[in-house]
């Protein structure tokens, strides 16, 4: 029989990237976000021009109705207030009761004592997936607050820096790690691909890494067994979006515009063309 790690050294990223991408657009999954205010048109955006459908719904009193009906969830701690808290937490708990994934983006985790101690507790409720970049993982890997490390959104490390803090992290956590920049890392604490599709300049418009978080939810959303291939395809599908809308791009603003359509126009021979993924370890 097969074993995973033959299957993954034979698996055609680019075939896969797409069939679940066309998952996305067939199942349209329900993907409710409890993320911050610079993000919500950017993340909700994203997600609908990918075929999925965001739900922007933080409100405690709405949990119990609302959250069964969602197929994942996005948790992102950006503008982060003790209000929202009890939300997000009730939310996670109710997803992981019904067995659905939810994935957390933990913006900026040094930036206060308070935002560290609070991503650590949502750590703990088991998220499918973190996504963050090299600055915040390191940072959530080490769980605790260094005074070196950038208190802001923006990373100060490339995601090569941080293959054994995203390492180290997911076996600590159980979820799938994914560090975002120049090469996406993906990691299951055994298994690292990185992805190669993107350009620079998505870092210069505000909340791409939280529109990509959103996007690693609805992909995971249609295929919870398998994260760590939902994740992987859709930092490549988000990647491959940027690369084709900078080709008609003047600056951070048309491309955000133009990444938008062109992630809504994605064809099949466009992302079996462009798919860059590399295996860089098939653990042990
Ligand atoms: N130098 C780069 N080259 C190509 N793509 C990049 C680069 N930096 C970031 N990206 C892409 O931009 C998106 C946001 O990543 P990033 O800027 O690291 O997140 P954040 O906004 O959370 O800091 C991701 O899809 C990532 O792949
Ligand atoms: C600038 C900023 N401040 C609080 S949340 C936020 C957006 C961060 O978005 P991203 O992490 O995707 O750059
Ligand atoms: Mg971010």
């Given amino acids: 029989m097969e074993n995973e790690n033959q299957s993954l050294e034979e698996e055609d990223w680019g075939m896969k990237t797409w069939k679940n991408l066309e998952k996305v657009r067939e199942k349209s999954p329900l993907i409710q976000c409890i993320t911050n205010y610079v993000s919500m048109d950017l993340m909700a955006n994203t997600l609908l021009a990918s075929g999925a459908s965001p739900a922007m719904l933080h409100c405690l009193q709405e949990i119990p109705d609302f959250t069964p009906h969602a197929d994942a969830l996005c948790l992102n701690v950006g503008t982060l207030s003790p209000d929202w808290l009890p939300s997000m937490k009730s939310a996670a708990e109710l997803v992981n009761e019904l067995g659905k994934p939810w994935v957390f983006d933990p913006v900026a985790v040094s930036a206060s004592e308070f935002r560290l101690k609070t991503c650590i507790e949502l750590v703990g409720l ?7 970049n090299a600055s915040e993982i390191l940072a959530l ?3 605790s607050r260094d005074t070196h490390n950038s208190k802001g959104a923006d990373s100060s490390h490339g995601s090569m820096d941080a293959i054994e803090a995203a390492k180290s992290l997911a076996k600590a956590s159980g979820a799938v790690v994914a560090v975002s920049g120049a090469v996406d890392i993906i990691t299951d604490g055994q298994r690292l691909v990185g992805v190669h599709n993107g350009v620079a300049m998505m870092q210069r418009i505000t909340a791409t890494g939280c529109a990509v978080t959103a996007l690693i939810a609805a992909f995971v959303a249609v295929d919870p067994l398998h994260a760590f291939e939902a994740t992987a395809s859709a930092l490549t599908i988000f990647g491959v979006a940027g690369e084709i809308g900078m080709d008609m791009a003047k ?7 133009h990444l938008i359509d062109s992630l809504h126009g994605l064809d099949q021979a466009t992302v079996l063309s462009r798919v860059n993924i590399s295996c860089m370890s098939r653990g042990s």
Avoid at 126 to 132: C, E, Q, S
Avoid at 251 to 257: K, W
């Fill in 141 to 143: 890997a080490n769980a």
């Fill in 126 to 132: 088991k998220p499918a997936v973190i996504r963050g």
């Fill in 251 to 257: 600056g951070p603003s048309s491309l955000r515009m």
